[in-house]
């Protein structure tokens, strides 16, 4: 138990054992910075209500801006939280660090304290996020031509290209960011005054040391101001969903990076050998990222089932879910780097038009081209060009060396020569992405425009970023100077 | 195998137990409405592409007004889209009904149809979610004086106040409906004209298609369009996290109404008793409530896992997903209505104010007037009322029933007489709310406030939510006439 | 409010629209049969401690049994142990129905109810696991001499043989069904006679109704009998684990199955196609498979969260664990059906050898070859062979077309003509599976005698599972004899 | 990459941080001395085939001993296991270090690491689990006359006694202890031999190797000795369903021990107070068992879903699985701890029988007593105490304070002197737990007897857990003296 805690209500010390048991310290660790900081507001607070002076005020924030940059080693107890206050104790004295406290709680100066440094990391989280859409759309920009496959149900389906295969992962992954910034709105919000539940009846300015550690504003009511833990789990949500469209692109270069499926060359700075096996190639950094983002995305899970059943006010149960955020931003962080270093080094595989597989990926197409120049209804169209298929697999044939003749018997009656003409145009996959017409659909010229939105959009999601980076810093620059 | 695909590509019809096991007939039904109407909005793209005609247009339309309201107890296959198909061609024919599926295919018809179900059941959860929230807060305004007890730790911790109590319900309530909106927004984009994946070679316009089901945008990228889920998963998110503060709620009631902490006195219509042991009055529905939001908070989970290590394009398994989020919004509305009647047919327990545990809860407003009064630093004061309680607890006494004499023993200075009537005054737990000061706090001035200006919150979103009705309401007025 | 308990401590009835919330009467008739069985039970003891006498045991035990076989379609109303006492109150007066409650609580009738109806069924899933063991057993036997590719990382890894690999899936099936029966002896305890949860001060023999029902023992400690769902959670774990199994098996097809990697071919009977791509032909039912033993295993997980921070005692959240076992259950038998015919349907795509990507599977055999000709280290052969794989892949070759000469460049020292032709020989796929030497290797003789060994424990789990069953129905026809 | 491993297949090395992002070392750390001794017993396999000479073996095997206590501070790339062989070669020199991997690969020496470490934190959370079991029952032994209250619904339902209760404990944790050993047999498999997935062409003797590891048995099919990773998900499931009940007997105590129940008083050993409220006591420790017991039975989801959609094969997913089982069990130990150190510290409250909501539960012995006396059939008698109760509520009096005139008009006919008598008597809580008949009830008697048989159950798993270690040892000082 801390020194500052004993000699009141307990009879005899926590257990030592106990106390490392429930100890927060190694998490607390990543809010310690803000924990000092939610100090240094609350004495601004404390001489604004007359609960000290200025002297005294000046004080406190002097040996406060002394702790900001440290964490100690050794010595920390329960918490930080008491650490500061035995810290300032031994360093001013029993009456003024007696002061500290005084209006406030662990529990509001908690989630205060985590919505700081969680703000800070969600920035971080977009600022990875956006560098990789960025990189995605550079990549895009330079195979706006190249032939890709498409595929459903992990079976090669039609011939998109590799512009737009890469292009279609930033559409997710924007609406990702999206997230994470209606997250970090909730987020920056100051509990800070709510007290342990009921606020304080000593006169404490909320607005205005919500003010000075940046937040847009308050969460009012004092209870859920300290029992109130969506901003957790929501980061966390936001996190998971990042997490599955992640994971869902590594398993993309794992799939497509296969030498069975070869559309995609992975860097061998980027894979890694058996050893025993001494022709492998594994994409291994894939691998890793599909099961971390797994981890991450049960992060959320694990919160959920954590925080069930508890009433409201502040439980203790709590402490446990921040170490999953911090988990989560840790791994996505990392886990973005690495996709966008293995993205960018990886090479399109190309000339790939003529393999069987890929060459049955026009049938559609084909079957479209019919309905144009045969006349035919689509399912009419799209009857003929299965048997067609047929016909091929059966015969180890393409598409493109049945006869006129056959196309005719296949469709009961005599096709022209131009339906002929087109069905052989057609049939070569590298023709198909030049066909398609509406929005959004792997066509070259339609693909750049929409990568020039899409960089757009990047760029105003930055400049946004940006500007919510400043607004922190000048908040934390204007407190610098306050006492 | 529907009859509409046989003749093509596979050999032999799929086995009738195969056919019915990956069906998705029965969740269909949800989604049945929509897709005749995406069927609609086809023909007049069709139209407008020149590769129907006008006459052909208007039958299929006609047809397909038909099937608006219907959903066939038998006769469905493997699939409500395929079924819509085969109806047509059945009743108008193969060639103009195999012209129906020209140029889309079930990928992006399915994702379509499950947004546009999905956006009406997400503006129907946020309207039983508002109406939980002003009953919430009318509750509130007509106990803003009625003592109650704040807990932390599932300890009483300080006096508060009912209609504060109440009204901290309502925050994270609000924040729920801010992200089911917000959910909206990115449901409320059209994938139509997506096709399988790559989009058409028909000059369909997908603009007018997302503009005649009432969309407020596309998904523009084709592959983005029929792989992308995170639409769903991130309504199951939100369904996550609103289930998360509803269990919260529901266990306060089984907590706060349980016969040990008695706070609350739950109406005999929303309880049960035992069927051996006569005296039991259970919170049955509460529990009910309570467990049903684990089931939506793991329906997410269930969901995220589905979906871990899928390629891009679409897969089978997001079929499985659909019915998931409709399980999570049917269970959380019918909660909210129950949690809506079963709290405003509760009665709050009065003059709890004698009770020992909850004489105890003062303390920390005891130690404040000792700042005040005594000119002890917070933490010193925390100590005496520490040892203060100590003594009652042992003596079985209360802390009003401590003389003068012992107070300045346990400070070890004589307090004065001002001091002492201080104490007794901040001891009685009714004198407690009036204290506070800081915003948000339970002192009943603030919290009439907030409650008035959380019934402006609520009809403003009330507001929105009808301006969004209204607009789906107006698109799809129109598109009954277009044809 | 059911008749039966009204007029007692509740002043008013439920009110309907809870009722119809609260009541499990859905989920109830899973249970029914064992409901009124445990009833019948209840009855013979009730004769034995005086309680009611025999006149009067014979009529309730007459009107049991004709509720046994008939679940009615309305008229239950909060559950179906109510129904049950509401009948024969109507049926023989309420002076003999109102006995049938003596000394018995909803809460231990419905924890034995539970476990009747759960055992039975997983004897049912053992008999499907079975039998799908036993068919790829069957199946393995006919291919122990068909090559395949064993795969790491999604990458060809060794050659090996399609009987190999069928008879690798026994074994965690075969630990699956070990699983089972383990929960299943845990299952098959009587709690009846833990009345609510205290017992009873009537003289009720539990060790003689644990008996008639056909239980092994008894859950002794009556609190333990209405608070334990462990075996409820565990038979939720063991299906998890088993859907895990399953799924990677449903995968495993999916991928095998693709065009891309072509080892197996799927009956069109367990395949569909696309309405769009007439080319298609997608492992549908594979797919399903794979998504619901999502569902099956993250049932356990809402069954984890619903449980979560529940204090010991009946709590009426227990009742909406139920529907997630008979869910887990349900869904894995037809799995398991759809994949047994779906794995007996399918055909080995056989003369694979030749692929690029099967070629370079014999690397880790051609290594090995060189330490037992060549005198080579296995790290100085590896890296050896390394070296080759990358001149083959870049010069579009095979490892059996590098000359004696260029294997000497690669070694750095000339090797001899007896290395190179085992080089040769060696670096033929097909030739692999009979070098290993190890047991449980893809070696066809070894394999052979594995499945001999796999076939006679299924036959022994058969037995165990016929023996199991025969206990049931023992004591099933005993008390059919004993009023 | 690794030096050993460098000169093949890649044509560049793997980027740095790269190899830190997908390295294992951290984790690897909890099974290098199992990834020592598996390197051993493979050096008696690779001389008794003939691999390597008796020399060479000695040398080895001396070098290996040298490492078995040592984790290196640095100088571990992409794992352990490549660590042991670069150390080998460099001071053995390339040619014999280069030996070591002959015929075994990373995928089998981790599986049997991991199954040796794994084995050894089985028993040791056995060992824990079963003193707590222990100690519950001493405690149990001495408490068998305390009055306790069961409860129901979160509400008082009927006398027991403490003894009973903690009795109650012994149950599901003796049932957990089972599974832990049943999930042991299977993990105490040897996968080593398995090679990559398809064993080896050289002649090493996997029975052998499996008996000096201490082995049981084989996994014998060698794909499924690498692929199978249920042995992993059988411990999470194991953990998982044990911390379900720990959490459980964690919230018991949280609400047994708060103020408004105080049927047990928690030792201030084991309590917090609060840094601002001065009279708060709070069950810190039982309360991060309740978050931390969650975070375990997650972190089997989490596996769960990282393995989902894996084919067969190893897959580097599997490497992220294996943090989660030590973090389960190492978890489960120190809450195992602290819960055997707090509940023996903890004291039950006496003298509670006088407290209204403890009056009431007298309830159903007061019906059944009704019944045996007043010849009334258990539902009237229901009725009657049911409007007993609602009168005593209603004008704040005890059962006991009915007068037996009121009791007849209850009735509604004259109940005789005796029966009111026998009222008096059973409306007593501390007359109850005697009354009780039924085996498994608080009767003390009866309680008595089940304990001793606990005690002897907890015997038979002590001295299975030691024999199973003595087989351990005996096998670890075999190997020692082979060489």
Redesign the interface.
Known sequence: ?ST??R?????????R??VD??SSRESDRRIAGSIVLVNEAHVVSLLNAG?IRRREARKLFRELRRLENTFPKHGIG?DY??YV?EEL?KRLG??????L???????DQVATAIRMSLRELLLNLSDRLLSLVDKLLDQAAKHTDIVFV???????????TYG??L??????LL??D??IF?AYR?VNMSPM????????????D??LVAQLLGFEG???????????R?FL??SL?VC??LA??L???A??W??YG????SLIEIS??????????????????F??V???C??V??N???A??????????????F???TPLVWDSIDTLC?CL??MT??IASSRVVTGIADRP?VQ??V???V???L?RTAGA????A??W???A??IVLRDHRTLRELTGEEWSQIAGRPLTAKTYRTILRVADPES?PG?????????PRDVKR?ISLGKRTVDSHLRRLEGTRGQLQRASRRMRKIL
């Open positions: 138990m500052v805690l000699g009141g209500r307990l009879s005899s010390k926590t257990r054992d106990v048991f429930i609960v329960e939280h008491l206050e104790t029993p009456e003024l660090g007696g002061k406290h005084t209006g406030k709680s662990r529990n498409g595929y459903t149900h992990q079976q090669p389906a039609q011939p998109i737009h295969y292009a279609s992962i930033a559409g997710p609406r990702d999206e997230r209606e909730r005054g709510s007290g342990a539940l009921a606020g304080s009846s000593f006169d404490l909320r607005g308050m969460i009012e009511n004092s209870l859920d101001g300290v029992s109130g969506d789990l929501e949500a998971s969903l599955s469209d994971s869902r692109l398993q993309d794992i799939f296969s030498s069975d499926v061998p700075e980027y894979s890694s050998t058996s050893s025993l096996m001494p022709q492998k190639k594994n994409a291994d950094p691998e890793i599909r099961a971390r797994a981890r995305a049960a959320y899970t694990t959920i089932s954590m925080t069930h059943a508890l009433p409201t006010g502040y439980n203790l149960d402490q446990e879910l990392s780097s690495v270093g293995g597989q049955l990926t049938a559609t197409e079957a479209n081209s309905v209804s689509f399912r009419e799209y009857r060009v299965g048997q298929v047929r198909n066909l398609y017409r509406t929005e959004g659909s792997p066509n929409k």
